[in-house]
Nanobody, 115 residues
Framework: QVQLVESGGGLVQAGGSLRLSCAAS????????MNWWRQAPGKQRESVAA???????NYADSVKGRFTVSRDTAKNTVYLQMNSLKPEDTAVYYCNAKAVLYDYWGQGTQVTVSS
């Protein structure tokens, strides 16, 4: 069983920054992709950013230029640096690890952006 533990959420004013962390219980190279998703109240969960085992990244259009996904392979940790935050970024953010046969999820961390 793989454990993913997110941290770094909180309350921030619009225009501010937060950095989320996702610590995995085993090597993140064992996953095809590490992903960040978010779910706002009353909305479907949406993909925010991803980083492949090869280091390629991609982003939702809504966060391009503001969010950056990165990793520290020595710490088995993936990060989501969020800058220029907007009230519409308010959501629970989830870390997700995708392997060939399995999908793992963290418990989520709340991000609230006040206007």
């Amino acid at each position: 069983q793989v454990q993913l533990v997110e941290s770094g959420g909180g309350l921030v004013q619009a225009g501010g920054s937060l950095r989320l962390s996702c610590a995995a219980s085993r090597s993140i190279f064992s996953f095809n992709t590490m992903n960040w998703w978010r779910q706002a109240p009353g909305k479907q969960r949406e993909s925010v950013a991803a980083i492949t085992s090869g280091g390629r990244t991609n982003y939702a259009d809504s966060v391009k230029g503001r969010f950056t996904v990165s990793r520290d392979t020595a710490k088995n940790t993936v990060y989501l640096q969020m800058n220029s935050l907007k009230p519409e970024d308010t959501a629970v953010y989830y870390c997700n690890a995708k392997a060939v046969l399995y999908d793992y999820w963290g418990q989520g961390t709340q991000v609230t952006v006040s206007s």
